[in-house]
């Protein structure tokens, strides 16, 4: 029997949400406990945006999310309305939590055991135990300070990053997360190993915000989880009790503009023509896209195109999934796969140059380590994400992703998946293009704008337009950021302000 929503207040009037990725479908579900009728749109066939499934030939592939660390904020979706995750999604633990790959063959598996991870702290640098403890406090005090005092606080008036930025620059909210690390690390290799979680979220970890260091032990205190079926059965459940709760889906449907009267959100047009009246919209798309596609001729005070034009977006992504007719037991469910160059490779992929580089970095993921069920019988399913320029490099994908593919297949052969080029018995790939085609992501970023300090918090997109009344922002490209928790947390400050404005 179907649970009842916990709303305590009548009907507040229609409200229409623009995208069934994570950002719009948990916004939809807290707005539908605040006691709005709710309908959600989506462009494409199936929900979760970037984190749709891709199937073939008995394979099942995440397309997009496939780390899980605050599971927590997806509890709350359903503790809303009365429910248990549990009843609906098994999670696994991910153990290590990844294993890093160094060029020389040497590896550094990350995990939440203490004592595993100062042995191999220990293992790469004896000197640096002392300075790994202090990054760890220091992490765990950026996790207080910027995620659980300020990370679901909206930051749509300056007076509120006043009141925050003192506290963020005590902690080195100024510097970057590789800043931050190489005061407490000695040893290059562990200073690497520590500083690649920005790149999660699309940011150059030599210029993202210190904040992001938060993330170190958001993983340590969560854990790294992974969904029984997928991050997809995760969206599937999700989509479930939307239905439960009486939260309409509309699929393939593409909205063309948002019809605004007065100053104010009157509702959406599809591009087949149809118009759906709503008092208010919660926007899960690309921000820039948002004001640059969806309000054609309105006079923008603060998000003007030449505004967009200047913003610094992340790096695109090329994605190759593929099955194997056989198991590779020794390969983590995380890998990454560093290549010689560091700063070097990551100030060569965001800066724009007009080819993809020689050496790259890579993660591979594995989900077959932890669930079977993803591949069939003794296989094993893969995707791996390369880092690549953004579309304003101007790179012809059509011509550069089979010659990509071939490499990453060589790469991986070498180094980690002997065999692979007579294993592959299935594959496809996504590149920055399918990113703009499909989600509509400005130059095809894979994380819309970058994460650095003066794109971050109130200089991010704000969760409530400042252009027209009655929309609301989350998503990816908005405050606080990028990556699952950040997303998830997005429609958390959109429920704060939806309830603000109810009084």
């Known amino acids: 029997m179907a649970s009842e929503s916990r709303a305590t207040h009548p009907p507040s009037g229609n409200l ?9 479908i948990a916004a939809a579900l807290r707005a539908r406990a605040l006691g709005y009728d709710v309908t959600l749109l989506d462009r494409l066939e199936q929900l979760g945006g970037r984190g749709r499934v891709v199937e073939h030939d008995g394979f099942r592939f995440d397309a997009g999310p496939t780390v899980i660390t605050a599971p927590f904020l997806l509890e709350e979706l359903f503790t809303l309305f009365g429910e248990t995750l549990s009843h609906h999604v098994t999670l696994l633990p991910v153990f290590p939590f990844y294993r890093v790959r160094f ?3 040497h590896s550094f598996d990350l995990s939440g055991d203490p004592a595993a991870m100062r042995a ?10 002392a300075g ?10 950026l996790y207080r300070v910027g995620y659980e005092r300020y990370g679901a606080t909206p930051f749509h008036e300056f007076a509120t990053m006043l009141k925050a930025f003192p506290a963020l620059l005590r902690l080195g909210g100024h510097r970057s997360v590789y800043g931050i690390v190489r005061r407490y690390l000695r040893d290059e290799s562990l200073r690497r190993v520590f ?3 920005p790149l999660l979220v699309g940011g150059h970890p030599f210029h993202t915000s210190g904040v992001y260091a938060l993330i170190q032990h958001l993983e340590r205190a969560h854990g790294v989880w992974f969904a029984k079926g997928g991050t997809g059965a995760l969206v599937a459940a999700l989509g479930a009790l939307m239905e439960r709760q009486g939260i309409t889906i509309r699929l393939q449907a593409d909205v063309g503009r948002l ?4 100053g104010r959100i009157t509702g959406v047009a599809l591009a087949t023509g149809e118009t759906l009246p709503a008092s208010r919209v919660i926007a899960n ?4 896209a948002i004001y640059a596609d969806l309000l054609p001729g309105m006079k923008r005070r603060r998000w003007t195109d030449r505004r967009l034009d200047r913003l610094d977006y992340s790096m695109g992504l090329f994605v190759f999934y593929f099955g194997t007719d056989r198991r590779y037991e020794n390969t983590a469910h995380h890998t990454i796969l560093l290549g010689e160059r560091y700063r070097a490779l990551l100030d060569e992929i965001f800066g724009r140059p007009d080819h993809v580089p020689e050496d790259l970095s890579l993660y591979l993921h594995r989900p077959t380590a932890t669930d079977p069920g993803m591949a069939p019988p003794g296989q094993d399913a893969f995707y791996v994400l390369a880092p690549v320029p953004n579309l304003r ?7 550069a992703a089979p010659r990509l593919r071939d490499r990453l297949v060589s790469m991986l052969e070498t180094r980690e998946l002997p065999g692979l080029s007579q294993a592959i018995v299935t594959e496809s790939w996504m590149t920055p293009e399918t990113f703009r085609r499909d989600y509509r992501s400005r130059h095809g970023a894979g994380f819309s704008v970058s994460p650095r300090l003066t794109q971050s918090a109130w200089f991010r997109f704000h969760n409530r337009s400042e252009e027209v009344a009655g929309l609301y922002l989350v998503g990816a490209g908005t405050h606080p950021g990028a990556g699952l928790p950040g997303v998830l947390t997005s429609a958390k400050v959109v429920e704060a302000l939806l309830r603000d404005e109810r009084g």
């Open 285 to 288: 798309a690309d921000a820039p």
């Open 259 to 262: 019809l605004h009267e007065n």
């Open 132 to 141: 790994y403890e202090k990054m760890l406090r220091h992490s765990a005090e």
């Open 120 to 129: 191999e702290v220990a293992r790469f640098s004896s000197a640096d135990r």
């Open 393 to 399: 490099s101007g790179i012809d994908w059509a011509a």
């Open 195 to 197: 500083t690649l979680q």
């Open 16 to 24: 229409i949400v623009i995208g069934g990725g994570f950002g719009g």
């Open 103 to 105: 060029i020389d063959g």
